[in-house]
């Protein structure tokens, strides 16, 4: 409340502005209330009132402002003006004397025809203002005329804003005149009575290319304000929320050569084949449409056809959502025509497209339909997403069809079928494993809502994907309920300390209802500036009304100390929510010290992160999290600074690394916090994008927001408690909400115990209240529960104000006591009733249950609890093994975020481990007596005889260490890893993928730094691909070689290897090692090796011997005894092993033989073509940055290959050194047939002998070092087992089939023998003396059976006893 001294008389403020005393950045004028007022809201700012009758007060007020010795006046605020001719032209006056003037805002301002006229063309001529908002001003559509007249000239105006006005279609129509002609337009908002505005608007916007940002609003029919259109240039997205057919025509027409909308959203508007046929041209002739949604949009078979047939020419659009529409079978069928192929020589008509989505109930797939998609998941080699939702006519057995079709497609990895009655039975599920058995390429398979899920039977398909169902609340109970959108939104102002985060968070309270409560109620006095170094402690929420939404600030805390509760205030993933990041310019407010500009992007990325590694926890991202960038005390800085220019290009940089995964919008709010007018537009951003996500994330049952209104009730009768128990919660469900009451004695009262639990999940999830299963209450308070009690136990145990020692513990009856104590002594009338219903113990109970905290012993009542979060740093202590004996092993494992530029692991990760940690191995069954202790960043374990330490990276780190001491085999540490450790870490780390590597023994065993470790670990599989590239001989000896490890210059850690079996466990060994055994499985049928000579080498598997030693002689014996056969077994695992490896080393001997044999078959299969006149083993290589790299297949159209032949020795095949070889220019369509055969078999031959470390073609490892890499993707190929047939196949394949794949062979090499002939001839490359020049290759014949073979001169020397050289 403004004190009397405050208010100024009119000749002080005259006096003030023509004497320039006043430097005033904002003026706002209020012709509303009787008398005269006028405060300084600010040192920049003043708010002035005049009754409607004192015209000459303000007229000498606006001739003052232009009078001015010196102006730097920017914005001008007019509120409730009757404007005269008079006023005008001393408004143009001020304006034309003031060139710093950028804003003018007139709200519920009133003007004639001539006025307005008088004004507008006064804007033709200036040079400075650069936004304009009308605001209940009476425009029409004579003002949008005037005002399109004179913006067509102007171009300086960069913001115009028309609100709650009518401007008709005529005003529309001039101002999309203006739009076409003015490219310095950046933002256009409209508010009109009627949608039809919208569309020559964004049309003009559309057809000119503008990189303007549209917003269109109207009112429905009930008085409700809704968007028609949003435009975004930043984000290039165009969503369409309501238009008519005729519109909807037009924006096509207007996006057919539009270069800058990627993404079109036109979902639930009604469309028909006429817009369908205009869309047609729109993706036929559009280069940079990327995602169209045309979900619920009503179309028929004959819009669908027209979609259609525009994919056959587009080649840029990515993603299409046409589910929840009106067509059948034909539509389906024409749809993936051009996503599919007919024939083997047919081209995919479009190859871009990567998602698309179809069904609904009112889609009816049929025959036609479903026979379309068999081809569709047949043929195509594009489509990465295919979702068929909500479908009522598959039945099981066409289900099975389309999961049949699928063990062939290498290219599909997700797979909806939501919602799909046709999913259920034992048939649908046996056909889902086998596919999954056959196809690794499938990474999910979307099965909620269908009769499979709900029976319960798709644990198995989760498991044989890799991962775990998220079980969601049965909601579906509630599926034929209606939904509506949300009303409520959550504005989340996150920075770091003193970033003015209350002080913004109270000047957006005054700004959402301005006109609802008195002037000086407005007002507030200057912050103090001692009060402004000042932090605000704990977690603050205020909420607000804005028409029927309802809108909650959540200042976040910036202490430090609480960070660690941020990701439980996270909301859920249906929960609309604006993320406003908040930065201050200086380090703190009293000192004027600027923060550096890597400072301020260090606090913008630490929130960034946050925001994804927390948005990837649900279930589905139905969207991005909206962010808005925030800096204040914009005020007290130059604004031609050098750093602020800084500033913005880091910004730029961050939105850049971020854009995917949040939403930003495209401007940075620069402000001074405690100003109303310097907040006033970021107010109004606020109310417009929270409308906007309301309208966009997922609708909420309609008895949520009944029972919500319901619960306001009763929190009013009840004192405003913030607490609900479980069966007052049942007693307001029964009484107010229908569908939740229990009609009779005879209903069934879990089924409507179970749906109300449901609904409170679903309340949960959306951010109305807090509730967890198996609690018997719900939080309908979030302030309080967060800021209040939370917050309390925080500072209270921060400051160690327990009767514990300074271990982190409290007592807790003390804990219950000082709830008690706390959250009512200080909270007056309405919390003093807070434990009436509800007892202190089940907050401790709740906090147990969040795994805030846990309780040192469970079986007693008074155990002390320790919260993690309050631990206290031990960097200071000495770390060191409590046991380290010389016969100690280490091992340890290093868990790291893979996308750690983006995400990290949140401060609560750490903190709910140690507790999530502590209650699994104190729920062990054979846990025997383990001890767990904790420090800030460290979990310390003994279990087992077994020595953990399990440390969380550098501060705000993106990996985990897990390392290990025993006496124990690394096997069984190993197991301890992957059967508990690891999978709590991974429990926790929900959306955030770990990857696990091996970390160096040597670090392990003297703990070093994290710093000094960086270089000092392996990906896991990486290590294993390295044992697999080896020949069986080298396996069990192989060395990992580690770098050595420095700092300034000092060596920490020098270089060093550690065998490969002693990083891994038997079971990964084990595991390498049935790798290779199936690799030779495939190849020795591939080979056609009889079973008779397979080595027949059963796995041994080591029992662990445990017994306990009696303290005795006898017992002493006993013990020795044991540790002697303990070693034995061990031995004999060695030996074990050594034998395992022995039976490769016979099995690929076996198969090597067979190899080279099917080699010399190739080669000498016909030796009366043309009697060997030329050799017949050719490979293609291309030239690039000085190398050769190998052609692993041919394609029409490639040119500058080189054709080399290798030396044809048998058993010792190579490529002959320094070839000239010759050039083949291009390959045709003949020559790609023709070769094809040839490559591939040559290639999987070629495969195969790397599988095994054969020398099939010695020196082409050296030639190309990246060999195995090119040919890395046929060894998992379906193509490479396909031509022969699979491990499985190839047992089942005959004898005949055998006969007849062999006769294809000798076709396939017989035509590209032919080809070799026929290019050499017309390379004049046909002699014998010809070849010996270009290839360096004699034709010769062996002595023993007479086969005639093409040689090396090295091979014409060393093995001239055994060979007689031919002439040709």
């Given at each position: 409340m403004a004190s009397s001294q405050d208010s100024k008389d009119l000749q002080w403020v005259v006096k003030s502005m023509r004497d320039g005393s006043l430097d005033l950045y904002s003026v706002s004028f209020f012709l509303s209330q009787a008398g005269f007022y006028c405060y300084q809201e600010s040192e920049n700012s003043i708010i002035v009132n005049l009754s409607k009758d004192d015209v000459f007060s303000f007229s000498e007020l606006l001739k003052a402002l232009g009078m001015a010795k010196k102006s730097v006046l920017k914005q001008i605020e007019f509120h409730l003006v009757e404007w005269k001719m008079e006023q005008a032209k001393d408004l143009l006056l001020l304006l034309e004397n003031s060139p710093n003037v950028k804003q003018l805002v007139f709200k519920r301002n009133k003007f004639d025809a001539e006025c307005f006229k008088e004004i507008a063309e006064g804007l033709r001529r200036n040079k400075c203002v650069k936004e304009i908002m009308l605001s209940e001003s009476g425009v029409g559509s004579s003002g949008a005329r005037a005002l399109a007249s004179v913006l067509s000239d102007n171009d300086i105006l960069e913001e115009l804003q028309i609100w709650e006005d009518s401007i008709g279609s005529g005003g529309a129509e001039e101002l999309s005149k203006m739009i076409e002609v003015n490219s310095t337009l950046r933002l256009l908002t409209i508010f009109d009575s009627k949608s039809i505005t919208a569309t020559p608007l964004v049309s003009a916007v559309l057809a000119r290319n503008r990189s303007m940002e549209v917003h269109i609003w109207s009112v429905e029919y009930k008085k409700k304000s809704s968007k028609v259109v949003e435009f975004v240039p930043e984000n290039s997205t165009l969503r369409i929320y309501q238009i008519d057919i005729k519109g909807a025509c037009r924006v096509a027409c207007a996006l057919g050569l539009n270069s800058t909308v990627r993404s079109l959203d036109m979902t639930g508007v009604r469309l028909k084949s006429r817009w369908a046929k205009e869309f047609r041209w729109v993706l036929e002739q559009n280069r940079t449409l990327k995602e169209v949604n045309l979900s619920k949009t009503y179309l028929k078979d004959k819009g669908v056809v027209y979609v259609a047939a525009g994919l056959f020419k587009n080649q840029s659009l990515e993603t299409l959502y046409l589910d929840e529409n009106w067509f059948g079978g034909i539509g389906v069928e024409h749809l993936l025509c051009p996503l599919s192929k007919y024939t083997t020589y047919q081209n995919q008509a479009n190859t871009t497209l990567k998602t698309i989505t179809l069904g609904g109930g009112k889609t009816k797939i049929g025959k036609e339909g479903l026979s379309a998609i068999v081809q569709l998941?047949?043929?195509?080699?594009?489509?990465?997403?295919?979702?068929?939702?909500?479908?009522?006519?598959?039945?099981?057995?066409?289900?099975?069809?389309?999961?049949?079709?699928?063990?062939?497609?290498?290219?599909?990895?997700?797979?909806?079928?939501?919602?799909?009655?046709?999913?259920?039975?034992?048939?649908?599920?046996?056909?889902?494993?086998?596919?999954?058995?056959?196809?690794?390429?499938?990474?999910?398979?979307?099965?909620?809502?269908?009769?499979?899920?709900?029976?319960?039977?798709?644990?198995?398909?989760?498991?044989?994907?890799?991962?775990?169902?998220?079980?969601?609340?049965?909601?579906?109970?509630?599926?034929?309920?209606?939904?509506?959108?949300?009303?409520?939104?959550?504005?989340?102002?996150?920075?770091?300390?003193?970033?003015?985060?209350?002080?913004?968070?109270?000047?957006?309270?005054?700004?959402?209802?301005?006109?609802?409560?008195?002037?000086?109620?407005?007002?507030?006095?200057?912050?103090?500036?001692?009060?402004?170094?000042?932090?605000?402690?704990?977690?603050?929420?205020?909420?607000?009304?804005?028409?029927?939404?309802?809108?909650?600030?959540?200042?976040?805390?910036?202490?430090?100390?609480?960070?660690?509760?941020?990701?439980?205030?996270?909301?859920?993933?249906?929960?609309?929510?604006?993320?406003?990041?908040?930065?201050?310019?200086?380090?703190?407010?009293?000192?004027?010290?600027?923060?550096?500009?890597?400072?301020?992007?260090?606090?913008?990325?630490?929130?960034?992160?946050?925001?994804?590694?927390?948005?990837?926890?649900?279930?589905?991202?139905?969207?991005?999290?909206?962010?808005?960038?925030?800096?204040?005390?914009?005020?007290?800085?130059?604004?031609?600074?050098?750093?602020?220019?800084?500033?913005?290009?880091?910004?730029?940089?961050?939105?850049?690394?971020?854009?995917?995964?949040?939403?930003?919008?495209?401007?940075?709010?620069?402000?001074?916090?405690?100003?109303?007018?310097?907040?006033?537009?970021?107010?109004?951003?606020?109310?417009?994008?929270?409308?906007?996500?309301?309208?966009?994330?997922?609708?909420?049952?309609?008895?949520?927001?009944?029972?919500?209104?319901?619960?306001?009730?009763?929190?009013?009768?009840?004192?405003?408690?913030?607490?609900?128990?479980?069966?007052?919660?049942?007693?307001?469900?029964?009484?107010?909400?229908?569908?939740?009451?229990?009609?009779?004695?005879?209903?069934?009262?879990?089924?409507?115990?179970?749906?109300?639990?449901?609904?409170?999940?679903?309340?949960?999830?959306?951010?109305?209240?807090?509730?967890?299963?198996?609690?018997?209450?719900?939080?309908?308070?979030?302030?309080?529960?967060?800021?209040?009690?939370?917050?309390?136990?925080?500072?209270?145990?921060?400051?160690?104000?327990?009767?514990?020692?300074?271990?982190?513990?409290?007592?807790?009856?003390?804990?219950?006591?000082?709830?008690?104590?706390?959250?009512?002594?200080?909270?007056?009338?309405?919390?003093?009733?807070?434990?009436?219903?509800?007892?202190?113990?089940?907050?401790?109970?709740?906090?147990?249950?969040?795994?805030?905290?846990?309780?040192?012993?469970?079986?007693?009542?008074?155990?002390?609890?320790?919260?993690?979060?309050?631990?206290?740093?031990?960097?200071?202590?000495?770390?060191?093994?409590?046991?380290?004996?010389?016969?100690?092993?280490?091992?340890?494992?290093?868990?790291?975020?893979?996308?750690?530029?983006?995400?990290?692991?949140?401060?609560?990760?750490?903190?709910?481990?140690?507790?999530?940690?502590?209650?699994?191995?104190?729920?062990?069954?054979?846990?025997?007596?383990?001890?767990?202790?904790?420090?800030?960043?460290?979990?310390?374990?003994?279990?087992?005889?077994?020595?953990?330490?399990?440390?969380?990276?550098?501060?705000?780190?993106?990996?985990?260490?897990?390392?290990?001491?025993?006496?124990?085999?690394?096997?069984?540490?190993?197991?301890?890893?992957?059967?508990?450790?690891?999978?709590?870490?991974?429990?926790?780390?929900?959306?955030?993928?770990?990857?696990?590597?091996?970390?160096?023994?040597?670090?392990?065993k003297n703990l070093t730094s994290h710093r000094y470790r960086r270089n000092q670990f392996v990906h896991l599989q990486q290590l294993k691909k390295a044992l697999l590239s080896l020949p069986a001989d080298t396996i069990y000896d192989y060395q990992h070689t580690w770098d050595s490890s420095t700092d300034s210059g000092s060596l920490i850690l020098g270089p060093g290897f550690d065998f490969a079996r002693d990083l891994l466990s038997d079971d990964d060994f084990q595991e390498v090692i049935h790798s290779r055994y199936h690799d030779l499985y495939n190849l020795a049928y591939e080979l056609q090796v009889t079973e008779e000579n397979d080595p027949n080498h059963p796995p041994t598997i080591s029992q662990e011997i445990t017994s306990s030693v009696e303290p005795t002689f006898v017992g002493i014996a006993k013990g020795v005894e044991a540790v002697l056969q303990r070693l034995k077994i061990i031995e004999q695992e060695i030996r074990d092993i050594k034998q395992e490896i022995q039976g490769l080393r016979y099995y690929e001997h076996r198969i090597l033989i067979e190899l080279h044999r099917k080699m010399n078959y190739l080669i000498n299969y016909n030796t009366q073509l043309e009697e060997r006149k030329v050799p017949n083993m050719f490979y293609f290589v291309r030239t690039e940055n000085y190398s050769r790299r190998l052609i692993t297949s041919v394609i029409s159209g490639m040119t500058a290959l080189r054709l080399h032949m290798l030396c044809e020795y048998r058993r010792e095949m190579h490529v002959v050194e320094d070839q000239i070889g010759c050039e083949l220019m291009q390959v045709d369509n003949i020559t790609m047939k023709t070769l094809a055969p040839y490559m591939k078999k040559f290639m999987k031959l070629l495969t195969f002998a790397l599988k095994i470390g054969a020398h099939l073609a010695v020196g082409m490892g050296q030639m190309i070092p990246d060999l195995s890499r090119e040919v890395a993707h046929l060894i998992d190929s379906p193509a490479l087992y396909g031509a022969a047939g699979a491990a499985a196949g190839a047992a089942i394949i005959g004898n005949r089939n055998r006969s007849k794949n062999s006769r294809d062979m000798q076709q396939d090499h017989f035509a590209a023998q032919q080809w070799l002939v026929d290019y050499l001839r017309d390379q004049r490359c046909s002699t014998a003396k010809d070849i010996a020049e270009k290839f360096g290759l004699w034709r010769i014949r062996y002595t023993d059976d007479g086969q005639i073979s093409w040689i090396c001169r090295r091979h014409m020397y060393t093995r001239r006893n055994e060979i007689m050289e031919v002439p040709s």
């Open positions: 998941l047949t043929s195509n080699q594009s489509v990465t997403s295919l979702g068929i939702y909500n479908d009522e006519s598959l039945k099981p057995h066409e289900i099975v069809r389309i999961f049949k079709s699928l063990e062939r497609n290498a290219t599909l990895k997700y797979l909806s079928l939501q919602g799909c009655k046709g999913v259920k039975g034992e048939l649908v599920l046996q056909q889902i494993m086998e596919t999954l058995n056959v196809n690794p390429w499938i990474e999910d398979i979307d099965l909620k809502q269908t009769p499979l899920q709900i029976a319960g039977k798709t644990e198995d398909i989760s498991k044989r994907l890799g991962g775990t169902e998220r079980t969601e609340p049965d909601i579906d109970m509630l599926k034929n309920m209606p939904m509506i959108a949300p009303k409520s939104c959550r504005v989340f102002l996150c920075g770091q300390e003193y970033a003015g985060k209350s002080t913004l968070c109270n000047s957006l309270s005054r700004n959402f209802s301005p006109l609802k409560v008195s002037y000086l109620d407005q007002v507030r006095t200057l912050v103090d500036p001692v009060e402004q170094a000042v932090s605000t402690p704990g977690i603050k929420i205020k909420a607000f009304k804005d028409e029927d939404t309802k809108i909650s600030i959540w200042n976040l805390a910036g202490q430090h100390e609480t960070y660690s509760l941020h990701d439980l205030m996270f909301p859920g993933h249906g929960c609309a929510s604006l993320f406003l990041i908040i930065s201050s310019l200086f380090r703190k407010p009293n000192n004027r010290e600027l923060k550096l500009a890597s400072e301020i992007e260090e606090d913008l990325q630490y929130w960034l992160r946050y925001i994804v590694s927390n948005s990837r926890r649900a279930p589905q991202q139905c969207m991005l999290p909206n962010v808005t960038m925030v800096l204040t005390h914009f005020d007290k800085i130059n604004k031609q600074s050098d750093d602020l220019l800084v500033t913005v290009s880091s910004i730029k940089r961050l939105r850049d690394k971020f854009q995917g995964f949040v939403e930003f919008y495209p401007t940075v709010f620069t402000l001074d916090a405690r100003s109303s007018a310097s907040v006033n537009k970021l107010g109004l951003h606020v109310r417009k994008t929270c409308k906007t996500i309301l309208e966009r994330v997922p609708r909420v049952y309609q008895l949520c927001n009944d029972l919500m209104d319901k619960i306001s009730d009763w929190r009013l009768e009840n004192g405003n408690k913030p607490t609900m128990k479980w069966k007052e919660f049942q007693d307001v469900c029964q009484i107010n909400i229908p569908s939740l009451r229990i009609h009779s004695r005879h209903d069934n009262k879990e089924k409507f115990e179970t749906r109300r639990r449901a609904v409170a999940t679903c309340l949960h999830h959306i951010g109305e209240l807090i509730y967890f299963d198996g609690l018997e209450f719900l939080i309908l308070d979030y302030e309080w529960f967060y800021g209040e009690v939370l917050g309390e136990v925080t500072r209270v145990t921060f400051k160690r104000e327990s009767s514990t020692e300074n271990s982190g513990f409290i007592l807790k009856k003390d804990l219950e006591k000082m709830l008690i104590r706390n959250l009512q002594s200080h909270i007056p009338g309405m919390r003093t009733k807070v434990f009436e219903n509800l007892e202190a113990h089940s907050l401790v109970k709740m906090m147990l249950k969040l795994e805030i905290c846990y309780e040192q012993d469970p079986s007693d009542p008074n155990s002390p609890l320790l919260f993690p979060s309050n631990l206290e740093e031990g960097r200071w202590k000495h770390q060191r093994w409590l046991v380290d004996t010389p016969d100690s092993n280490y091992v340890g494992r290093h868990l790291q975020c893979d996308d750690s530029s983006h995400m990290y692991l949140t401060p609560d990760f750490f903190p709910r481990l140690q507790v999530h940690l502590h209650n699994k191995i104190m729920g062990l069954k054979n846990q025997h007596g383990a001890s767990y202790s904790l420090e800030k960043r460290l979990i310390s374990i003994t279990m087992n005889g077994i020595h953990v330490r399990i440390e969380l990276g550098e501060q705000y780190g993106y990996y985990v260490d897990v390392l290990a001491c025993s006496a124990k085999s690394p096997t069984e540490m190993l197991r301890l890893f992957q059967q508990l450790i690891i999978p709590a870490i991974q429990s926790l780390c929900h959306g955030i993928t770990l990857s696990e590597y091996v970390l160096r023994s040597e670090c392990v």
